[in-house]
């Protein structure tokens, strides 16, 4: 069910705290808190992560656990300063199964992308940044209401409908999962690139 024109947030805290009282889906019960996006308020640059992690959940901060470490050494190097971004994920709760004492990340279904995707629309609204990244298959559905593989779009660049560009690449995470050290280097350089890509964007517009 969306909510009427009139009920959307028209700042970023106020978005942060309506999406504390979400219960637009199940994930908030088990969540220690839902976690809103961070950084200028009129970046240039958004980032779309899939959602909070352990680290994130507890901190109520994105991108502050390892592949948050990850993304920011991938960053520097591509000449962005994380400070002058946006960093936001598709899902605001974290979607975990309870393994003795750990928590492990559980991927978000479809629904609870699609429910979730109405804070991030507000996000770009209230943003408005020139260019968007999608950090893996779910930022990409929840910014294109489809699925859609990383593979299909990555090295390419699209138009969204609020004519922000898109670029697609892999989550860090995904990194950190790559155990030959070689591929690693290769994957890396890859991201690395593609976070260029999308800095170059912004210079052109």
């Not at 640059?45 to 680290?55: A, F, H, I, T, Y």
């Amino acid at each position: 069910m969306e909510h009427a024109a009139e009920d959307r947030p028209g700042t970023l805290t106020a978005l942060a705290a309506a999406e504390e009282a979400c219960t637009r889906c199940p994930l908030y019960r088990d969540a220690t808190q839902a976690v809103p996006g961070e950084g200028a308020r009129h970046a240039p640059l958004m980032l779309v992560g899939e959602q909070p992690g352990d680290k994130e959940d507890i901190a109520g901060h994105p991108f502050v656990g390892p592949a948050g470490s990850l993304l920011d050494r991938a960053l520097a190097d591509a000449g962005i300063d994380r400070e002058t971004t946006f960093v936001t994920n598709a899902v605001k709760h974290f979607k975990h199964e309870n393994r003795g004492k750990r928590r492990l990340h559980k991927r978000p279904n479809a629904s609870e992308i699609d429910h979730c995707r109405w804070w991030l629309d507000i996000e770009r609204d209230i943003v408005r940044p020139r260019v968007v990244v999608a950090l893996g298959a779910t930022a990409l559905r929840s910014l294109l209401g489809r699925t859609v593989s990383v593979s299909s779009l990555r090295r390419t660049v699209q138009t969204m409908d609020d004519q922000a560009r898109l670029v697609a690449t892999v989550h860090p995470s995904s990194l950190l999962r790559v155990r030959d050290r070689d591929d690693k280097a290769a994957k890396y350089a890859d991201f690395v690139e593609d976070l260029t890509r999308a800095a170059k964007l912004i210079c052109e517009r």
